[in-house]
């Protein structure tokens, strides 16, 4: 998957020919190709209303087209102006469409628009993966909202905090007096990177009042994968790799009674065991944690939803090509680079609460 950000045109322009980057001038435009910039994008491209998607370099004159809605008045004030009408902008949409299916996956790649909706409605019914930073921003908003950041500058600020933080590594028997007793819990992962960070590749939480070091223990000390999705998920990706016939049953549960009944004649016991024992190994020697005190257990569960969602929806997390998680059966693992399935794009942080996140992280 490639991320390609799709920027708007500007009516601000020079009074000659110049490439696309230099002949827009106003300040939304400057501030949008920055922002973009900063995200790192495998391509950049503008959507301009006369001569459709540009890139950067190309070369091109000022015109007086536009595909916003403006008023009479302004019409008026501009009667050079060309409005297009809607036969047209469908005209329009189309025609980006093509172009972006020569040069992009158009169902696999990330489309990232920093555009209003007049730009976006024409193309977004062909775009299976988009963003739109600016929805809902109002045009005067948009410079503050660009210069604030969204969901990218989230999981970048996010990681520096994570891995400026206390880390944990196992055997942490000797640690545990002073990892808070409530929390989420923050995994990283050896060999996997977020540009020059350590990179995110699981968040977690527990239930139980002052059991996050339970729930730690569950996962890297535990041999019991019904107990522990995280461990689950792990075995499965072994078994995976080596072709196993055996991953079959290793979904099946046996924690209840009615599942002991059913399903526990089906188990290979002495093969589960040696299965979980180099689970056991491989969390050890892989896995490191931060955690994030957070004592109310209703903030604790909402905070942790809302991480894995800022995460799990940015398609910012790339694992490296021996990532043990490309062998999971479920997709949503090797599309988002979380060992989770779950919340991976549920709702977000409000301005207010993600700046108590970032208070609490900079303590």
């Not at 099946?252 to 004649?265: A, G, P, Q, V």
């Not at 931060?290 to 800022?310: A, P, Y």
């Not at 988002?336 to 996140?357: A, D, I, K, M, P």
């Amino acid at each position: 998957m490639k991320k390609i950000i799709l920027i708007s045109c500007g009516s601000k322009k020079l009074d000659k020919r110049a490439k696309a980057k230099d002949m827009y001038t106003s300040p939304l435009f400057k501030h949008s190709l920055d922002y973009a910039e900063k995200l790192k994008p495998d391509n950049i491209f503008i959507l301009s209303a006369f001569y459709g998607l540009l890139d950067l370099e190309t070369e091109i004159y000022p015109y007086d087209v536009t595909i916003a809605n403006i008023s009479k008045e302004n019409q008026l004030k501009k009667p050079h102006l060309k409005v297009l009408d809607k036969r047209e902008k469908t005209e329009w949409g189309i025609e980006i469409i093509e172009k972006l299916e020569k040069i992009t996956d158009i169902k696999n790649d990330l489309f990232i628009v920093l555009a209003g909706k007049e730009y976006v409605e024409p193309i977004k019914p062909y775009l299976t993966n988009i963003e739109q930073p600016l929805e809902g921003v109002g045009l005067f908003d948009r410079i503050a909202h660009l210069k604030k950041g969204t969901k990218h500058n989230k999981v970048d600020e996010l990681h520096r905090l994570f891995n400026e933080k206390r880390r944990y590594k196992f055997p942490f028997e000797q640690y545990e007096e002073e990892i808070p007793k409530n929390g989420i819990y923050i995994l990283f992962e050896n060999g996997e990177k977020y540009k020059e960070y350590d990179r995110v590749v699981r968040i977690g939480s527990h239930t139980g009042e002052n059991q996050l070091v339970p729930r730690l223990r569950q996962h890297f000390l535990i041999e019991n994968k019904n107990r522990s999705i995280f461990r689950k998920n792990i075995g499965r990706c072994i078994l995976k790799k080596e072709g196993s016939p055996y991953v079959d049953i290793w979904e099946l549960d046996t924690t209840s009674r009615i599942d002991k009944e059913t399903n526990f004649w089906k188990l290979d016991v002495d093969f589960e065991k040696e299965i979980e024992k180099r689970i056991s190994e491989f969390i050890q020697k892989n896995f490191s944690f931060c955690v994030i005190e957070i004592n109310g257990k209703k903030q604790r569960l909402d905070f942790e939803k809302k991480l894995i969602s800022t995460f799990g929806s940015s398609k910012q997390l790339i694992p490296s090509e021996n990532w043990l998680g490309y062998y999971s059966p479920k997709e949503k693992i090797i599309d988002s680079g979380l060992w989770q399935v779950n919340n991976l794009s549920g709702s977000e942080f409000t301005e207010s609460e993600f700046n108590w996140l970032i208070k609490i992280l900079n303590k």
